[in-house]
């Protein structure tokens, strides 16, 4: 009990330290909004673009926080990323959101990616559940029908990755050059079912209800693999799997938002509670002796994201079991990011390490990927399970 409590101590101060990294670095003075990127020297890109990705994060990230923990400086930053998206991002002809701008704020890519629309879809539902302002969830709702409305399929079920400006589906679906071009994908749908979690608690709307309910049946008839406890991550439109790599991230990462979901509708709640136990077990299992977790099967690089999200996943998976196994990988996971992916110098946190054991010094610090979303929900959801936990002793 008591270095759950010094944990929880640690955790608090670590939420604290990377906001205050993202408060002092990632505001652009000159143009307005945030930068697009950092390197991991400390030197800022003032010509990057600026992603959908990185704003609707940051927005999420600090009404997040804001709700448990108010710091007074935080009020400008997180009005500052809902002019961004509102103002900047939004698209006022076709309804949705650009994928990216120009270093100085102009529309630059605009595609209409799915799991983009879904992060500001859960920016704007906590941004509300903060604020209470009727504006801001009329634009989530309307946001979330626009979705409906586009990207649902109506055949086979489940989402279509990405559309052109105008919501004509697109040829190339890629979420990133490193991904397959595939028509669905497991990222976009967990991504979607989070944000769609987010809004129900904010709108209690029985359609919605429902439409989590079908994810969740989606995850389980296509997505999970009950056989071997990963997650596929890739389909065509029919749902046949398209063969890749076992992505431990992402295993681990459903494993917990599954639950939640499955929790908020009360809906498959033993099957869930299964699923959620069997993926973090696979995921223990690749644990190595100083508590990192690898990227995925075929890259065994050690990422910022994957370690936040692999804490989350077995501490959810102690709490389901009270098996120490997790809670101590746990532990080890955490001395595993102080000791090699928290950056002493620099601030925040790495993006990750290399195979033998490098610093990734040619990533980002902040970008359009390196956002302070994984981590620092990490540390929300951590310190309120292990209340949880002491309130149960």
């Given at each position: 009990m008591?270095?759950?409590?010094?944990?929880q101590?640690?955790i608090?101060?670590?939420?604290?330290n990377?906001l205050?990294f993202?408060?002092?670095n990632?505001v652009d003075t000159a143009?307005?909004g945030f930068i697009?990127?950092m390197?991991n020297d400390?030197?800022?890109?003032?010509f990057?673009?600026?992603?959908l990705?990185?704003?609707?994060?940051?927005?999420?990230?600090?009404?997040?926080?804001?709700s448990?923990?108010?710091?007074?400086?935080?009020?400008?930053?997180?009005?500052?990323?809902y002019?961004?998206?509102?103002?900047?991002?939004y698209d006022?002809?076709?309804?949705?959101y650009?994928?990216?701008?120009?270093?100085q704020?102009?529309?630059?890519?605009?595609?209409?990616?799915?799991?983009?629309?879904?992060?500001?879809?859960?920016a704007?539902s906590?941004?509300y559940?903060?604020?209470?302002?009727?504006?801001?969830?009329?634009?989530a709702?309307?946001l979330?029908?626009?979705?409906?409305?586009h990207?649902l399929d109506?055949?086979?079920?489940?989402?279509t990755?990405?559309?052109?400006?105008?919501?004509?589906?697109?040829?190339?679906?890629?979420?990133?050059?490193?991904?397959?071009?595939?028509?669905?994908?497991?990222n976009?749908?967990?991504?979607?079912?989070?944000?769609?979690?987010?809004l129900?608690?904010?709108?209690?709307?029985?359609e919605?209800v429902?439409k989590?309910?079908?994810?969740?049946?989606?995850?389980f008839?296509h997505?999970?693999?009950?056989?071997?406890?990963?997650?596929?991550?890739?389909?065509?439109?029919?749902?046949?799997?398209?063969?890749?790599?076992?992505?431990y991230?992402?295993?681990?990462?459903t494993?917990?938002?599954?639950?939640?979901?499955?929790?908020?509708?009360q809906?498959?709640?033993d099957?869930?509670?299964?699923v959620?136990?069997l993926?973090a077990r696979?995921?223990c299992?690749i644990?190595?002796?100083?508590?990192?977790?690898?990227?995925?099967t075929?890259?065994?690089?050690k990422?910022?994201?994957?370690?936040a999200?692999?804490?989350?996943?077995c501490?959810?998976?102690?709490?389901?079991t009270?098996?120490?196994e997790?809670i101590?990988?746990?532990y080890?996971?955490?001395d595993?990011i102080?000791?090699?992916?928290?950056?002493?110098q620099?601030?925040?946190?790495?993006?990750?390490r290399?195979e033998?054991?490098?610093v990734?010094?040619?990533?980002?610090?902040?970008?359009?990927?390196?956002?302070?979303y994984h981590?620092?929900?990490?540390?929300?959801?951590l310190?309120?399970?292990?209340?949880m936990?002491i309130?149960?002793k």
């Open positions: 008591n270095y759950l409590v010094s944990f101590k640690e608090e101060e670590e939420c604290e990377i205050d993202w408060l002092a990632a143009n307005g697009g990127r390197g400390g030197v800022v890109d003032s990057a673009e600026k992603g990705v990185l704003n609707a994060r940051i927005l999420w990230t600090f009404a997040s926080r804001q448990a923990k108010k710091r007074m400086e935080c009020e400008v930053f997180m009005e500052t990323s002019t961004q998206l509102t103002d900047k991002f006022q002809m076709n309804g949705g650009f994928w990216s701008l120009t270093n704020n102009e529309p630059l890519n605009l595609r209409k990616q799915i799991y983009g629309q879904a992060f500001v879809l859960y704007l906590a941004y559940k903060y604020k209470k302002q009727d504006e801001i969830l009329a634009k709702i309307d979330y029908h626009l979705i409906e409305k990207a109506k055949i086979y079920g489940g989402y990755e990405a559309f052109a400006p105008d919501w004509e589906v697109l040829q190339d679906m890629r979420l990133s050059p490193k991904d397959i071009n595939t028509p669905k994908s497991l976009t749908h967990l991504h979607i079912l989070e944000a769609y979690v987010q129900y608690s904010i709108w209690k709307d029985k919605l429902q989590i309910k079908d994810l969740i049946d989606l995850f008839s997505m999970v693999d009950h056989k071997h406890g990963h997650v596929h991550m890739f389909f065509k439109d029919s749902w046949q799997t398209i063969p890749s790599a076992w992505s991230g992402h295993d681990i990462e494993s917990w938002l599954l639950l939640e979901a499955a929790e908020i509708v809906y498959r709640l099957h869930v509670k299964e959620a136990v993926l696979k995921v299992q644990v190595d002796e100083n508590g990192g977790v690898a990227y995925e075929h890259l065994l690089q990422h910022w994201w994957v370690q999200e692999a804490m989350v996943g501490m959810n998976a102690y709490q389901l009270k098996k120490e997790y101590s990988v746990v080890k996971m955490w595993y102080k000791k090699y992916i928290k950056d002493p620099g601030g925040e946190w790495f993006w990750g290399n033998d054991g490098t990734m010094a040619s990533e980002d610090k902040i970008g359009f990927w390196k956002c302070p981590n620092i929900r990490a540390c929300i959801e310190s309120a399970r292990i209340n936990l309130n149960q």
